[in-house]
Structure formats: structure tokens, C-alpha cells
């Protein structure tokens, strides 16, 4: 069951809304232009993971859209509420884990106001690829790698509502039978999945290093890594960003898809080539990134 909350001045903890029925404006430049921002983060027994990341994330979006949006302390009331209300009904997905959803939008034309809510849902059952890991594809997204400070009006490294491409990305890849993409640039970097960051795992004369694209070629700075890397150097694992070419993510020990919903997802092959998987890898990793609160 989904619950909804949206974020209202006259309503300090948030206005409980009912999910099922119409809730916004057609002319919401959400909807007309896809002008906004989101985030997802999960819960788990109704305690949200890495809110501040979010929240912080969140925040430098709306700078890079040049959109005001509501104050953290709203947001964070709102969220709570609607864990609140989404935990009370006992609707959570399995074991006790919910993805929440943060909107903002430019609000309806020549309002001037932002809409902004908060949208609960049971988080879907990631276990199996956790597991047994994905197929990937290699496509490129178009652009080069400088792209991002050449062009800042593409929003490349925000996250905007526009995810039309992403998600015609990820349909390219199962129409082709993967089961996900990475995303290279046209003079060819690897970039990061369509809801993902690339994370790769490498061990040379003992050293072990876990390593990801660098943010400066556009991408947005995911923060299921971020926490990742500081519980993995935490436990003596040195990290490394980029520039990164696909010959990296072949050569590697294991390569992984980090997001807040799916946590860590193995992937086992690139464009039909087998990668090298270890399981105890996979679970020492795993373990890593669930405890990043
Ligand atoms: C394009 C893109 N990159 C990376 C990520 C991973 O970010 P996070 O780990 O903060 O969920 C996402 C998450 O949805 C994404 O959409």
C-alpha cells in the first residue's frame, strides 16, 4: 500500500493525502516539462537509511535546477509521517524495507510555489539479484565526458525528473536480454548505470581497492556508494575514482551496481562476456553497504 504525504505550509508535519485519487494540476510543470527533482532512499522498520545524504543530495539538485524548494526540517517531518502511517499499516515490503520517494517540481505554471511530496511504498524484492547477480549492456549515452562543465543546462549529476531516457535505457537492455545498462561516454568512459553507480572491486599484490567513475564526467554522486567506500575503508580497503574504461570493468575481481533501493547487485556479465564473481566478495560487500546508515 502506498501512502502519500505532500509537503504544506499550512501543515508543519506534512498533509496525509489519499494516493489513489488525482492529486495534481495538469499544467504542474512536473508533468508538462518534467521540471523537477526527486530522490529514493529506503527504510527499513521504519527508519530511513542515509537521510542526510539524501536530503543533501536533494538540496544540490535544487541548486543546479535553480528551484526553491521546501526546508530540510519540512521534508524531514514530512518523511517521518509518512513512515509513520506506511509502518502502521503493517504494509512494509520484505523484511520490514520501504522505499521512499521525495519529489519536487516547479509547481503549476506561474505559481511561482513548488509542488513537493513524499511517496511510500513497500521496496521491491531485490534478494534474487543480490544474489545471483545480472546481465548488463554497454550503451552509450551520447555525450563526452566533459560534457557536464561544458553544458550545465543538461543537469548532467542532478537528479531531475527527467528519467524518460534512463528508463528507455534499461527497456533498450532487457529488449536485448540484459537485465541492465552502463552507460559510456562518446570517447569512451564508463559512466554508470541508468539508476546505478559502477563500483569495481580489484586486488593487486595484496592491496585491495574498490574504485568508481569519477563525478566530474556527469554523473550523479551516488550514495549508496559513498557509504560503501567509507565502511570499506573503514575496513581496510583503499578506494580509487576514476577515469575508468571498459577494459577496467573486465579486468576487474567483481563489479557491482550500487543504489539506495537494490544496495548492491553483482553484475556477471557485460555484453555477453562472463566477469570473474566471488561470492564471498560479493557478501563481505554487501554486508558493507546495508550497515551505512
Ligand atoms: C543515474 C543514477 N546514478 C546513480 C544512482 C545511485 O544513487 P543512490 O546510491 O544514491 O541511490 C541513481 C539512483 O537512482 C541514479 O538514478
Known amino acids: 500500500m502506498t501512502v502519500l504525504v505532500f509537503l504544506d505550509s499550512a501543515y508543519p508535519d506534512g498533509r496525509p493525502a489519499d494516493p489513489a485519487v488525482p492529486q ?42 535553480d528551484l526553491q524548494i521546501p526546508v530540510r526540517q519540512a521534508w524531514e517531518r514530512a518523511i517521518a509521517t509518512a513512515l509513520a502511517l506506511h509502518f502502521g499499516q503493517g504494509a512494509a515490503g520484505p523484511q520490514g524495507r520501504a522505499a521512499v520517494k521525495l519529489v519536487a517540481t516547479r509547481g503549476v505554471e506561474g505559481s511561482g510555489t513548488s509542488t513537493a511530496w513524499v511517496q511510500v511504498s513497500a521496496a521491491p524484492d531485490a534478494a534474487r539479484q543480490q544474489t545471483n547477480g545480472i546481465k548488463v549492456l554497454l550503451l552509450d549515452r551520447g555525450y563526452d565526458s566533459m560534457a557536464a562543465s561544458r553544458a550545465p543546462w543538461l543537469l548532467l549529476g542532478a537528479k531531475t525528473l527527467s528519467y524518460a531516457v534512463n528508463m528507455a535505457a534499461l527497456r533498450y537492455a ?41 563525478r566530474k564526467s556527469g554523473i550523479l554522486a551516488g550514495t549508496t556508494q559513498d557509504a560503501l567506500f567509507k565502511a570499506a575503508e573503514a575496513a581496510g580497503w583503499e578506494l580509487g ?11 576487474a575481481d567483481g563489479l557491482w551496481l550500487a543504489s539506495s533501493i537494490r544496495l548492491l547487485v553483482p553484475v556477471r556479465s557485460i555484453d555477453g562476456r562472463e566477469l570473474p ?11 558493507l553497504a546495508d550497515t551505512a546508515l
Open 24 to 65: 495534481l494540476l495538469v499544467s504542474d510543470l512536473g508533468v508538462t516539462r518534467g521540471d523537477g527533482i526527486f530522490e529514493s532512499l529506503l527504510a527499513v522498520d521504519g527508519v530511513p537509511r542515509k537521510p542526510d545524504a539524501h536530503l543533501d543530495r536533494l538540496a544540490s539538485s535544487a541548486q543546479l535546477l
Open 174 to 214: 532487457k529488449e536485448h536480454g540484459a537485465d541492465d545498462a552502463i552507460f559510456t561516454s562518446s570517447d569512451g568512459k564508463v559512466l554508470e548505470g541508468p539508476t546505478s553507480t559502477v563500483v569495481l572491486a580489484r586486488e593487486r599484490d595484496g592491496v585491495r581497492t574498490l574504485l568508481t567513475p569519477e
Open 241 to 251: 575514482y576514476g577515469p575508468m574504461v571498459p577494459e577496467d570493468l573486465f579486468a
Open 277 to 287: 564473481f566471488s561470492e564471498s566478495l560479493n557478501s563481505e560487500l554487501a554486508k
